[in-house]
């Protein structure tokens, strides 16, 4: 009886300590972003909103997959439950030498096997083969190039004339040409243009090419169920497709530097008309400016 | 001119009783070293050529809508013409005393030297200090900044102000040397300057483009203009006592 | 075994040695083994006191850390308010010290230094001077990493991982990082030969393969996947220091612009390649995180459990297996780093198959309960708590294996919330059983077993408030490594559930007092025990308590297995390894 009451005692500690605690973590934090993101964003161990194509397959899979782990935690979980009260010393009870012959073991560990190579073979291989590898068609897409840097996301569109200008790094001037466009030479690089910002159109596959001017950096898109490592010295195609226009984030997934948090880029996917418009509105030349 | 040197202690020296001996004592090496009488120089930086090639374009704050009330504009931002004056005038123009100084020790300035990021960009865009001087850099803006020195002599001081503070600061010692890049590593477009001196002849040409350096003791001077993007000029200069001597500097970049 | 003989004989000639030789430069294993695991708890707190300030940040960002903020000095803070670089050198030596400092030094270096020889009846190490170097050696490397801290820029900061470029072109603290890993290697490689050597030598007549303790099986892995695993790091090592100090370009590409600055660096190099490298060490030392924690935990409730345990053999393959699958599953840590669909569906179908003998370890542990005899005492609390803790850390890990779910949560909160699973409830965990479990071995004391269950049931809960709220954190969205996740607007969603992970930690911070009064008040005032107060079978418990210089009086002789319990016809319920016959 002694052992029980102590252990009342303390989870009695335990609860007025957590309740110590409750009204100090409840503080709300001031949010430091101006422009209204759409979205809902999972509080309770749910995924963001997913407003991709493609996204609802990796959704699943997730899933799928927790539920898996649940049965088998919870399934363990009772019979480990029921021998630490079944099994517990006390007078007149012995422990048997001889070992149970556990057959239930191996049915399981072969279910567990079978079901991974479900999950694996069934959802994930066709999964990755189908938004990593099986790029759309290059004259369907919309095509943006993703240059990360130490800590802003640059966005390359090719204007008008659909080609991507030839970039130098000796060209990169941190203000006036972050991408190192080499706008003299090359007559493709003359209409395109540069933005921080990623607009994209809505009902139209994108392809995304990602590569970093510095250190590795990973471009997320949340809501799109898309992350690419951006690896300097290598171009890495990877494509979605938007069903929902709205302002969202993008995030950087891989430490790269002091202010990795703050690299955060919006991406307003738009109906074709206003991305033309917008991009119209880019790609004018400059005004001459009077002081 | 010696009291205005004085006036700007505002350190461990400014206070109330050390101002009352600190006053007469530099009063006199003032006077010994820099004569009774002083001269100054003052001048326009002048642009000749195509303007029209020098545009500004908008920021794309919307990287961070906290850059919202941005006045800055990208593009050849750097180089600012006065165009509606005639001949068009320059800001941003460094201009220095290079040679003529000797050996000679000056009265140190120890005020601190603001450089403010406010709307993702940098107040002043060049700044110009004496290597006595503290440099003390604030954030006025709801958003994180990274400020990065990419200097050759001093050290490559790479930090950030996470939160705003226009109060407090942070304090940077800087020894001399020629104008260097600042930029901030999270606002790609924010960039600025920062020139340290072994003397306090210096200037930046402002809004009309003028600048004017006082209290040079008489004598021949090399006087130095460096724009970041424009180059640099230079001017020899001769100085009596109580003289204001007039230097004006014309770029010419298309002349080459 | 003559040899042993050999050794012993020869410790009992040797003249009575001074104190510093006795305590500080000593070769005997036992010393060593305390050492070892004094120095690694005192960098388990420092690693865990530095998280416990990062969580300051992460729950109120920008505001001044309360009472030590002002100790952080000018390059971590700003007027006690935690910077961005503070966060990130923080992060790293977080990472560092409790993977390298910490967790493997207590439970490879102390409690296998320490236990296995006694459990194999040695009387030493077989290279008692190589063992003292290698505790010095990662002294020296520890002191490095700390002595970082003061270097201009403040400690290495790009993450425990120290990714290329980025740790190429950090700040001079990355630089004392690589230095303090050599030494920390090459600490590791010096035991992990002498473990290796010492298991195979020097066992006590009798003790086969098949009747060794499951902990001295999970120690002979261990220090397999060391000896393999880090040479490729100790490599990478110094690759990465000439791309810092010579300008080579192994893991630089052309092209580098860096704040606006082309870099010098030419010739092609592969940040990729710095990953391949890391990850080939560091994905089996995640196994050498919890594999001796694993066999830690055999040992304890076989005891507890008054049973055998339940497919030793088949646990002991699966332990070589695991062993050796863990050197082919690296690449599942790379899997958005740009693979194709063959060699992503090959490192995933390589994690599913190691998944396999961890299933089977952890069940062969749970049926081990079913109709034994379960004591509950406070190392038994830990080692059963172990279970479904390392449950949830194993599980969590299958959605990270899949390549395709893997897209959205590689490198969120849920990889945190999973390997910290593993390792902390998990092996630290595993490593408090051991310390309440051999304590009375090392001091002829037990801990005071009240202490030790208000340390169990408060640090039980509150590691879970830590952990749990990390996947929720993950499956939102939230990157690791944020030092201001309220930038993000699926951050400041779930900002509510960051604060009370942080509350959690601090409460975790004080649930550790009692066990910090239990551990030095017990050296005196803990009861005194017999040689063997938890009645078991192995022969570290044939020793006197605490075992002499040379460690056993009469040479071991071995007539069973190692978890003889409950044996039908005898008179006491266990039967000790090292007895010919039962008492009667």
Not at chain 1, 191 to 207: K, R
Not at chain 1, 269 to 280: F, K, N, S, V
Not at chain 3, 186 to 198: M, P
Not at chain 3, 225 to 243: I, N, R, S, V, Y
Request: with cysteine; hydrophobic share 45%; charged share 15%.
């Amino acid at each position: 009886m002694q052992v029980k009451k102590s252990w009342i005692l303390l989870a009695v500690i335990a609860a007025a300590l957590v309740a110590s605690a409750a009204p100090a973590w409840a503080q709300a934090v001031a949010p430091k972003t101006t422009v209204p993101i759409d979205g809902e964003y999972g509080r309770f161990f749910s995924l963001p909103t997913d407003v991709s194509k493609n996204g609802h397959r990796i959704d699943n899979l997730i899933h799928w997959t927790h539920a898996f782990m649940a049965v088998l935690f919870v399934g363990w979980g009772i019979f480990f439950v029921y021998c630490l009260m079944r099994f517990r010393q006390r007078p007149g009870h012995q422990a048997h030498y001889e070992l149970v012959h556990a057959k239930p073991s191996k049915y399981l560990e072969v279910a567990v096997l079978i079901v991974e190579i479900v999950l694996l073979a069934g959802f994930s291989v066709p999964i990755w083969a189908s938004v990593k590898n099986d790029l759309p068609p290059a004259d369907k897409a919309f095509r943006v190039r993703v240059v990360a840097e130490q800590f802003a996301w640059n966005f390359h569109y090719p204007g008008p004339d659909g080609q991507f200008g030839r970039t130098d790094p000796k060209l990169v001037d941190t203000a006036t040409n972050p991408l190192g466009l080499d706008r003299e030479g090359d007559p493709h690089a003359k209409d395109d243009i540069f933005a921080l910002e990623l607009h994209i159109p809505v009902n139209q596959p994108v392809i995304c090419d990602i590569s970093s001017k510095d250190v590795i950096h990973s471009f997320f898109l949340p809501v799109m169920r898309v992350k690419q490592d951006a690896l300097p010295g290598m171009r890495i195609p990877v494509w979605f497709e938007a069903v929902q226009t709205g302002t969202y984030e993008v995030a950087c997934a891989q430490l790269c530097g002091n202010n990795h948090y703050s690299m955060r880029a919006l991406m307003y996917i738009q109906p074709a008309t206003d991305l033309e418009a917008w991009l119209r509105e880019k790609g004018k030349p400059p005004e001459e400016f009077v002081e | 001119m010696r009291f205005s040197v004085y006036s700007r202690n505002v350190g461990f020296f400014g206070r109330p009783v050390w101002r009352a001996i600190g006053g007469c004592v530099l009063g006199l090496v003032v006077r010994t070293a820099a004569a009774e009488d002083t001269a100054s120089i003052k001048g326009k930086a002048l642009f000749k050529g195509e303007s029209a090639k020098y545009v500004r374009h908008e920021v794309p704050t919307d990287k961070d809508p906290n850059c919202k009330k941005s006045k800055a504009k990208i593009g050849e931002y750097a180089v600012i013409l006065n165009k509606k004056d005639d001949p068009i005038t320059i800001r941003n123009v460094l201009v220095s005393v290079k040679e003529g100084l000797g050996d000679k020790k000056f009265p140190p300035l120890t005020d601190p030297v603001k450089l403010t990021q406010f709307g993702c960009e940098y107040d002043p865009h060049v700044v110009a200090m004496m290597s006595t001087q503290p440099l003390k850099v604030f954030n006025g803006d709801d958003t994180n900044h990274n400020i990065h020195l990419l200097p050759a002599k001093n050290s490559q001081e790479n930090f950030s102000q996470p939160v705003k503070d226009l109060e407090k600061g942070r304090e940077l010692k800087l020894v001399a040397e020629p104008p260097f890049f600042v930029k901030c590593e999270v606002h790609p477009w924010m960039g600025c300057y920062i020139a340290v001196f072994d003397h306090p002849f210096f200037a930046v040409t402002g809004e009309e483009g003028t600048y004017e350096i006082k209290g040079l003791p008489p004598g021949k001077y090399v006087l130095e203009a460096w724009h970041e993007k424009l180059g640099t000029m230079t001017a020899n200069v001769e100085v009596t006592s109580g003289e204001t001597k007039e230097t004006d500097f014309t770029f010419e970049p298309d002349k080459k | 075994m003559t040899e042993a003989h050999h050794h012993h004989d020869d410790h009992h000639h040797h003249p009575e040695l001074g104190w510093w030789r006795k305590y500080v430069f000593s070769t005997d294993h036992k010393v060593i083994g305390v050492q070892y695991t004094v120095t690694a708890l005192l960098f388990l707190l420092f690693g865990f006191t530095l998280v416990m300030i990062m969580r300051w940040q992460l729950a109120y960002p920008g505001k001044p850390i309360p009472l030590i903020g002002g100790l952080l000095g000018k390059t971590l803070a700003n007027d006690g308010t935690l910077l961005p670089e503070g966060y990130n050198a923080l992060g790293a030596m977080h990472g560092t010290i409790m993977v390298f400092l910490g967790i493997v030094p207590l439970i490879v270096g102390g409690f296998g230094n320490y236990v296995m020889p006694l459990q194999i009846g040695a009387p030493d190490m077989a290279f008692p001077k190589l063992n003292m170097a290698s505790y010095w050696v990662y002294f020296c490397g520890g002191m490095v990493m700390l002595l970082s801290f003061f270097a201009p820029g403040g400690a290495a900061n790009s993450g425990w991982t120290s990714y290329a470029p980025l740790s190429v072109v950090a700040t001079q603290g990355q630089t004392w990082w690589l230095f303090g890993m050599v030494l920390l290697i090459t600490s590791s490689l010096l035991g992990s030969i002498n473990f290796i050597v010492t298991i195979i030598q020097l066992r006590a007549k009798g003790l086969d393969f098949f009747k060794l303790p499951f902990f001295v099986w999970s120690q002979f892995v261990t220090a397999f996947l060391l000896l393999l695993a880090f040479p490729p790091l100790e490599a990478a090592g110094a690759l990465q220091l000439m791309d810092r100090l010579a300008g080579t370009s192994f893991f630089m590409p052309e092209g580098l612009v860096v704040s606006g600055i082309v870099q010098p660096y030419t010739g092609g190099g592969s940040p990729l390649l710095w990953q391949h490298l890391f990850w080939f060490l560091a994905h089996p030392e995640v196994y050498v995180l919890i594999l001796p924690a694993m066999g830690m935990v055999a040992e304890v409730i076989a005891n507890n459990t008054r049973k055998p345990l339940w497919g030793y053999r088949l646990m002991v393959y699966s332990v070589i297996f695991l062993g050796f699958m863990s050197f082919i599953v690296w690449a599942h840590h790379m899997f958005i780093t740009g693979m194709g669909t063959r060699i992503s569906a090959f490192f995933a179908t390589t994690t599913m198959i190691i998944s396999i003998p961890s299933v089977i370890i952890l069940t062969a542990l749970v049926i081990s309960l079913y109709r034994s005899s379960i004591r509950y005492n406070v190392p038994m609390l830990f080692a059963l708590a172990f279970l479904p803790m390392f449950a949830i850390g194993g599980l969590t890990g299958l959605p990270l294996g899949l390549p395709a779910a893997d897209i959205q949560l590689h490198d969120t909160y849920y990889v945190i919330g999973h390997f910290h699973y593993v390792v902390a409830p998990g092996t630290i965990f595993a490593a408090f059983a051991g310390i309440y479990h051999w304590y009375p071995k090392v001091t002829g004391r037990t801990m005071n077993p009240a202490l030790g269950k208000i340390h169990f049931v408060l640090s039980f809960i509150f590691i879970n408030v830590v952990f749990m709220p990390m996947f929720f954190q993950g499956m939102a969205g939230v990157s690791r490594r944020l030092f201001d996740q309220t930038f993000y607007q699926h951050g400041l969603d779930v900002q509510g559930w960051t604060q009370l992970s942080s509350w959690g930690a601090w409460m975790l911070g004080l649930s550790q007092v009692p066990f910090i009064m239990n551990f030095f008040m017990s050296l005196r005032a803990g009861r005194k025990v017999s040689d063997n107060p938890w009645e078991a079978t192995t022969l570290e418990w044939a020793a006197p308590s605490p075992p002499p210089h040379g460690n056993f009086a009469t040479v071991p002789v071995v007539y069973r297995g190692p978890y003889e319990y409950s044996v039908p016809g005898q008179k006491k319920d266990f039967f000790p390894q090292h007895l010919a016959k039962a008492e009667a």
